[in-house]
């Protein structure tokens, strides 16, 4: 959100203390396994209790570009067990303009529609905030997110399918490592936070782990793989998130190889990791999740972000969310190296 | 635990106040995905640490058996990732009565063991609490356990997988639903306790659960079977907790059919529910509760159990256990009904 | 097809033996995966050879009922990987009948079509058999069962996905075996032919197996699960195909109990085998036949089973098939037993 | 084999016609998923004929290193379902040379082995051809390589499994694809064959494949995606096989973004395609062909390559495999085009 925000023409929902007699629901940025199943959750409350439900396909553009559509609950059948999202989504550049976020308000309004629910990641939570400030409207973000990186929930829907896909890949190598001396470097999803990355690093039995939030130390790598090759181990894992912050697995594999003069494989997981049937925990999560954005909106609950905190779902006020980056556990590394021995 | 203990001849660890430096481990009671990555944990993380570690193997019994055998860190080389358990497990009539238990005794101070960890569920948290009381060896208990019923803990390993595989096989009866008229009943485990059962039915996306907890209603049950094809719904699915106390899928099956006249299909998934391979969540737990537990006999912590409670992973002493039961959230049955438009 | 065929008032196809314009395509009988791998190949096929396609939804019993709806290539994407059929399927009483298939056949007329495919099994290849005599429609089967017991084919689609399912599920109850000493006794599908039996004993390791084909032995049956008790076997897997040949896995199951004093424990996996997504090889197999079946139908065919024989995509003319049940290899079950030592 | 054989200084097998005492078993080369239940069908066809039978450990190399141990008909219990080889293998540079095989003879006759088993893929085959011409050692290849490539059989060992994961990797990214106007270009095996590439993309409904039998057309490429996206088509997913023959992902993602202007998406899928529990279809051929090897051995049978050939076990003996390289069925590429309308 670049851009400050103006005063808008029309007029913004700031004095409406009533339950929603309908509310929208849309899926923002990036796609995670178990959108569906919360998209099914809030149209499926949303009729239990008799408010009023409509989708919005593709996202924030969606709301600009009118793109409004009728749902119903039976219409949502069978889609908990699928990845991806059935309202689409997209990333929205105009969503990012003052004269955007009119058009996408007018449109609620031309829809009578009184409350949002945005299931999204971090991107989509910046959207909401500014969207809500501006207009007043009711929402609520329900947090789904591979990188497992919105404030304001301990998990976000999509995070422990994702994480399960990259530790079967890695089994499948793991399978194939006690014929030949190799360094395996996997390359794992997470450019700006290593959540990924470490919780696949700890499940898949990684000799090592490279994460955006401590710079490489290539010296420190090469050291420890050494030192599992004295120990006995043929072949080594090492997880590596992608993105620019680390330098991805290419140049990692490259010194590997230069260094140590052994033999070094890739394989770079991407988008393989954002698709798939949602785990049992991101269903039960979305499922319960979808809900409690339905009922915090029909009890007229100030804007939040619906979040699951100590094994609580919780809402967490848009404007009490102070902190806006969740911090990984880095101490955790430690735990990745120890029982790698 | 029906009888009482009476006072050893054999000395006990009273006063031991001193980091051990050997431990041992070993899992009792039915065996649960991830146990073998606790074993890994711990045996690695004693390894790491300088502790000395040797296991036992076939639980409880074989204590008494004198099943020691020495294990190193390099000899638990890929199970991370294996279902089942290495060190086998057992249900030890012997070690209910106090002459097993003083037997187990004496062959652990015959091999030198200072603290013990016991990886395992209801059943082996119970045989642990008596033999430390009578013994005072230091002893954490790491829960395992699919049925998720471990008092201290929210979570037992072993339950996150338990709950994929039920909900991965539901999905494949779910994609052949839609060609005839039918009730699927779907017996997974759990015959004293229903997280197993309302876990799947939110994941699995089912029309009802029958869970220990709540007698059955067989009226309710078909009405709700029979609004649901008012609905529009072709078929139905219906999760039920095995045992006496729901009575299990067939009788079920029966009535649903001869009250409806639609046809019925079964399943029993049975002991598939004990294996495959752990889910992430349960490897990441079992890692992090071993090293735990590890830890806690280290620093001369009392016996406790390792738990995962609000999102940490928390020591409960054995003696502040004072509810022996994890209560299910029944509520959550509302949630299944309403999501299942 | 019990009752006789009378002649009918409708106009026959006997003289068409021209490429036809537009042909249909429906699923029948029980559902099989790969099913939707069989109706993309078909429907695109036609699309780019020129052909018009019609879609027919509920098997026979849609054509009778007239249940023709228009499809397009880019309306079956996405559904290769699903299970089950997006056009659904039935068992049809009244195409059994000569009133029902004239129905269905003016129906054909009234909307054109000069040429069907059906996809399905045994029972649907018996009704196109009788429909094709009458009508003279040119008309292709494409064999799906997950039995793998349609005549003209080695390979049925959906037989090695079923067969798939059924090892996977095996391979988690056999990661649990060796704790307690026990009789593990899984219920797989092929209630009339034990195709699915047999693969599933050689690829899950079964120690024994009961099919319909052969006449079950309990003597014989317990004998080989002491023997294996001797060899050092703690415990056994039996597979047994469902139905009241073998008489399901239940009497066999208390029979072994009470003969050998071990505990069993039974898995009953019922409709799992018939959804899931296609395997590898039933996506390839369904690809080429339902390619196959509209080459054949455009170059004028006589009215044939598509099928795989020794490795080659084969026509069988309908009345060519004299041998209509496929037979089992028994010679393999020796096989079984010979690798279960 | 570079290296001419020359005359050799142990004496060799040539007038052996009688039924082996005892034979050996090794992998050789990449391993293949199978390779496990291969071992254990030789392993156990061999104890219940009466055969003496002994591991050899990492392949030609243990054969020359002497890494022969014994094995045992219970040892290779629950491996089949194992992806990997629990004899281990290699690559073999001393087996080149005449003094290394020379070294393996001396070694195979020392342990009074009258027959091998090899259990590889083309590499081994070659090994094994000149191994045997010098030696007159009875000997049976048992063909296992995800590359599908070894003459004499139609199927080998590895290959439905390798198909199957990159498929299942595949579907995952499928469901991310209808967000995002992208190309997904996917890197399967196969260097010197597309026969995992042209499986994969038929079954996976890619828009495209890139094979290294047939040279790149970059134009080509460009217009398929072009007018798949003219077609209404978001995103499309392109399979190529590994290697210098088609230049690998890299180049070809590269070349679309900037020709196409629009955004590409990479996976290397690398060694995951090697490992994982074997399918069911490679559980069974790699029973029946271990079996058959010992078969063939027993009977004095000339050295051959053991096969399946238009869905039977057949063998074929060494000197007759005139056809160095199995051909690709190129005219199935059409066939990607014309479904992924």
Redo the contacts between chains.
């Keep these: 959100m670049s851009e400050q925000s103006t005063s808008s023409e029309v007029t913004t929902f700031e004095n409406v203390p009533l339950r929603p007699r309908r509310i929208a629901v849309l899926t923002a940025g990036?796609?995670a396994?178990g959108m569906n199943a919360a998209i099914?959750?809030v149209i499926?409350?949303a009729?239990?209790t008799h408010i009023d439900v409509i989708g919005v396909r593709r996202g924030y553009e969606g709301l600009i570009e009118d793109r409004f559509e009728s749902v119903t609950?039976?219409g949502v059948?069978?889609i908990?067990?699928?990845?991806?999202?059935v309202l689409?989504?997209?990333?929205s550049e105009e969503f990012r303009r003052p004269s955007g976020r009119m058009r996408a308000l007018q449109n609620l309004r031309d829809h009578s529609v009184e409350g949002l629910v945005v299931i999204g990641g971090e991107g989509a939570l910046q959207g909401a905030t500014v969207f809500h400030r501006e207009s007043g409207l009711p929402l609520m973000l329900v947090p789904a997110s591979i990188d497992n990186d919105v404030p304001g929930t301990?998990y976000s829907i999509g995070f422990?399918t994702a994480?399960?896909?990259a530790?079967?890949?890695i089994?499948?190598?793991?399978?194939?490592?006690?014929?030949?001396e190799r360094v395996?470097c996997i390359e794992v999803m997470g450019r700006d936070s290593g959540f990924i990355g470490l919780?696949?690093a700890?499940?898949?039995?990684a000799e090592a782990v490279v994460v955006p939030e401590i710079p490489l130390d290539i010296d420190d790598l090469c050291r420890r793989v050494e030192e599992a090759r004295l120990?006995?181990?043929q072949a080594s894992i090492i997880v590596v998130s992608e993105g620019p912050r680390t330098g991805g697995v290419m140049p990692i594999a490259t010194q590997l190889e230069r260094r140590l003069g052994i033999k070094s494989?890739?394989?770079?997981?991407?988008?393989?990791?954002?698709?798939?049937?949602p785990?049992?925990?991101d269903?039960?999560l979305a499922?319960?999740m979808g809900?409690e954005a339905v009922r915090a909106l029909s009890e007229c609950a100030a804007a939040s972000v619906i979040g699951e905190?100590?094994?609580?779902i919780v809402r967490t006020p848009l404007d009490h969310l102070h902190e806006r980056q969740r911090r990984l556990d880095t101490s955790?590394i430690e735990?990745v190296y120890?029982?790698?021995?």
Tied chains: 1, 2, 3, 4.
Excluded at 80 to 85: F, I, K, P
Excluded at 265 to 277: N, P
């Design positions: 990036g796609d396994p099914r959750a499926r409350s009729a239990a609950g039976r059948a069978n908990l067990q699928r990845g991806g999202t689409e989504t997209s990333r301990e422990d994480v399960n896909t530790i079967d890949a089994d499948k190598v793991r399978d194939t490592m006690f014929a030949f395996f919780s696949v700890i499940g898949a039995g120990r006995g181990k494989r890739i394989v770079v997981l991407g988008h393989i990791q954002r698709g798939g049937s785990s049992a925990r269903r039960v499922s319960r809900a905190e100590r094994g609580a955790l735990l120890r029982l790698s021995i």
